[in-house]
Antibody, heavy 124, light 107 residues
Framework: EVQLLESGGGLVQPGGSLRLSCAAS????????MSWVRQAPGKGLEWVSA????????YYADSVKGRFTISRDNSKNTLYLQMNSLRAEDTAVYYC?????????????????WGQGTLVTVSS | DIQMTQSPSSVSASVGDRVTITCRAS??????LAWYQQKPGKAPKLLIY???SLQSGVPSRFSGSGSGTDFTLTISSLQPEDFATYYC?????????FGQGTKLEIK
């Protein structure tokens, strides 16, 4: 059974940092691209970042480029999102999501499994 | 960036009704479109990929169609568990973008 478990969310002041983690199980982690998608309270879905299965390719939304860094440790089956210089508008539930098709190099952004989400609140 | 526009933003319907939701892309995306269902407090669930392919385990009352810029999600006979918010997502180019959502409510 595929499982994705996010952690690391919480309350942080504007300008602060947080590192989100997503522990994966039930599939060959290194064979799948992974994404982070967020949802502000009462709002729609916003794609944030994605990384290839090998970790060699990454993409970011313009809204987070230069502030967030996606990475993965395939030996630990874990996805990360390092978030720096946080702003109030980064407040959201952050989901990690697994690509629906396996590929070590190509980044597939259609996601067939999602974690339960972790809430990040940026406020003073 | 490719803009995805869903219509309607909300719809009221009854159990047993047929419902169609539309998604329009600001430029052609071939068949690189997915549909998700989201219930309150839950993660999105993939329903349709490649515009018309039904994800494993999703009931056959859900169907998708379209290519290029215009797409539809149809629920042939609404069930109580189908009342939720639906999102389209383009996967043609980065950044992948979502529609604003369509909330399906009970009439």
């Amino acid at each position: 059974e595929v499982q994705l478990l996010e952690s690391g969310g919480g309350l942080v002041q504007p300008g602060g940092s947080l590192r989100l983690s997503c522990a994966a199980s039930g599939f060959t982690f290194s064979s799948y691209a992974m994404s982070w998608v967020r949802q502000a309270p009462g709002k729609g879905l916003e794609w944030v970042s994605a990384i290839s299965g090998s970790g060699g390719s990454t993409y970011y939304a313009d809204s987070v480029k230069g502030r967030f860094t996606i990475s993965r440790d395939n030996s630990k089956n874990t996805l990360y999102l390092q978030m720096n210089s946080l702003r109030a508008e980064d407040t959201a539930v952050y989901y990690c999501a697994k690509a629906s098709v396996s590929s070590i190099t190509m980044i597939v952004v259609v996601s067939d499994y999602w974690g339960q989400g972790t809430l990040v609140t940026v406020s003073s | 960036d490719i803009q995805m526009t869903q219509s309607p933003s909300s719809v009221s319907a009854s159990v047993g009704d047929r419902v169609t939701i539309t998604c329009r892309a600001s430029q052609g995306i071939s068949s690189w479109l997915a549909w998700y269902q989201q219930k309150p407090g839950k993660a999105p669930k993939l329903l349709i990929y490649a515009a018309s392919s039904l994800q494993s385990g999703v009931p056959s009352r859900f169907s998708g169609s379209g290519s290029g810029t215009d797409f539809t999600l149809t629920i042939s006979s609404l069930q109580p568990e189908d009342f939720a918010t639906y999102y389209c997502q383009q996967a043609n180019s980065f950044p992948p973008t979502f529609g604003q959502g369509t909330k399906l409510e009970i009439k």
